[in-house]
């Protein structure tokens, strides 16, 4: 089935109920599901056929979810993009994923324009504002449409978000995409809010495959109302929890800890929130206690990939909340934990985590040696991530194998260590890595954002390190501890250790 049948289904049985909900302005599911068919309608009109990829260059605005699920309607396959993307980056994009059009935002025209040159047939419709162009809405308002599609036909092409490296497409199908709307939507209907009282805050961007499917698909499949923020803002998400009495949303370490230290966080009523959920990176259990004992509100943490659709694990799935881990898998996912020959290693052993289930992609974009590294013969997706089994059946995601320090042989897994430097009193978030050394090959070294109104002085970078010395063993301890005002970071929040190594 086509994905976007979802969203029908949702406005038939909800049609005066507000769908988004933005800046003062309303949208219901019946003028959704209405937009999204004349959108795609429009798209026929201008020649986009069934398997075509359409582009969309947009921010969290309204116009986003009306673009997707107009692309999907029209059969076509939505290619997102990160909005901060500069001209090089938009070309490699549309290059890659083969994009007959763009669907752009006005205030970055420019950007889009220079970075089309090079496609003469590529069209550019522009939402946000007068322009040369004519706005998406009275360009492309065609006849409602809607074309059927096979579970295994292309549905979504989104990029991976480049904390390693360079963006890969990712190949989603309509079932890919369904299946894990579903099984997280039962989920949600077993323990988090129901359809009718859900108002869930969107803090990360949609176009993120997080964003895009727990925060923006799911939800509007099961006639929730979302909340998007155009641009991340402490303070601005505070006052729109207390003012539209949010009951819940999904976020990123990084925006807990910045809910959590803002200074002006104990003003607000966060009373409304009934359940918190966190992924995209492991949130640190002094993190995660402390915004609880603040906010009062329990945070289930999860796991997910762009190349699983996301969602694979979490916390919601297990029969109670066991903090530090990613609960169990969801309904339909197999895992199993393996060794560097692959063969399948017990509770309690450290290995890489393989993913098997209707959510696993098709693969990457005009990229088979990937696909073929990424995915074994037996369809187990290999994840990239070290993790445990305990013998509750819940799952611990350890690091990165990438991310693993090698310290004169000895493995350092720097999550270890960042979990201990998140628990001292001045550091507000940390990144661990590890640079070379000439005589251990590589060592520790932790980039470290303190909390308001602390000062980084030589004597609390020994003090941290002695602190670290205390806890862990000694070739664990960073020997290099640098305070940073920020971290690089993805579009979606995601900490870009890449980045700091390269600084080295």
């Not at 994009?93 to 763009?102: C, E, G, R, T, Y």
Request: with cysteine; aromatic share 8%; net charge negative.
């Amino acid at each position: 089935m086509n994905v976007a049948q979802l969203l029908d289904e949702a406005a038939e049985r909800y049609g005066e109920r507000t769908a988004i909900a933005f800046e003062g302005e309303t949208i219901s599911y019946a003028e959704l599901a209405d937009a999204s068919s004349c959108f795609a309608g429009g798209l026929q009109e201008r020649g986009i056929r069934p398997g075509d990829r359409v582009a969309v260059d947009l921010p969290n605005l309204p116009q986003f979810v009306v673009v997707i699920w107009g692309i999907f309607k029209a059969g076509a396959i939505p290619s997102p993009m990160n909005p901060q993307m500069r001209r090089r980056e938009i070309a490699h994009q549309l290059q890659d994923s083969q994009a007959k059009m763009i669907v752009a935002l006005v205030q970055v025209l420019d950007e889009v324009e220079a970075a089309t040159r090079q496609f003469p047939q590529l069209q550019i419709i522009t939402a946000g504002g007068e322009s040369r162009y004519p706005r998406f809405r009275h360009l492309l308002k065609g006849q409602p449409t809607f074309v059927d599609r096979q579970d295994d036909d292309l549905a979504l092409l989104p990029y991976t978000s480049g904390t390693t490296g360079r963006p890969k497409g990712v190949l989603l199908s309509h079932g890919n995409l369904s299946s894990n709307i579903k099984t997280v939507s039962q989920l949600y209907d077993q323990k988090g809010p129901a359809a009718e009282e859900d108002r869930l805050l969107v803090p990360i961007p949609m176009y993120h495959i997080t964003g895009m499917t727990v925060l923006m698909l799911t939800p509007l499949a099961r006639g929730a109302t979302i909340y998007p923020m155009l641009r991340w803002d402490a303070r601005e998400a505070l006052r729109l929890i207390q003012a539209e009495q949010i009951s819940d949303f999904l976020a990123v370490p990084t925006i807990y800890i910045d809910l959590l230290h803002h200074p002006r966080s104990k003003e607000y009523d966060l009373s409304s929130l009934k359940l918190c959920s966190s992924g995209g990176a492991r949130l640190p259990v002094a993190v995660m206690e402390a915004f609880e004992e603040r906010f009062g509100v329990p945070i289930y943490e999860g796991y997910g990939l762009t190349e699983t659709s996301p969602v694979t694990h979490t916390n919601l799935a297990a029969p109670h909340r066991k903090p530090g881990t990613i609960g169990w898998p969801i309904p339909g996912a197999e895992c199993k934990i393996v060794d560097d020959q692959g063969q399948a290693l017990p509770p309690g052993q450290t290995g890489e985590l393989l993913v098997r289930g209707p959510m696993v992609m098709q693969g990457y974009h005009n990229n088979p040696e990937a696909t073929r590294q990424a995915i074994d013969p037996d369809g187990f997706f290999h994840t990239g991530d070290l993790a445990q089994l305990d013998e509750e059946g819940y799952y611990h995601i350890v690091d990165r194998i990438k991310d693993m320090i090698n310290v004169a042989g000895l493995k350092v897994f720097p999550k270890e260590v960042e979990k201990v430097l998140y628990e001292h009193p001045d550091v507000a978030e940390c990144a661990v890595v590890g640079i070379p050394d000439e005589r251990k090959g590589e060592t520790v070294k932790a980039y470290v954002l303190l909390k308001p109104g602390v000062g980084g002085t030589e004597k609390l970078a020994a003090d941290m390190q002695q602190y670290c010395l205390d806890q862990l063993s000694a070739y664990k301890h960073p020997r290099q501890i640098e305070f940073v005002k920020t971290l690089p970071k993805t579009g979606s929040g995601k900490i870009q250790k890449y980045r700091l190594r390269e600084e080295q």
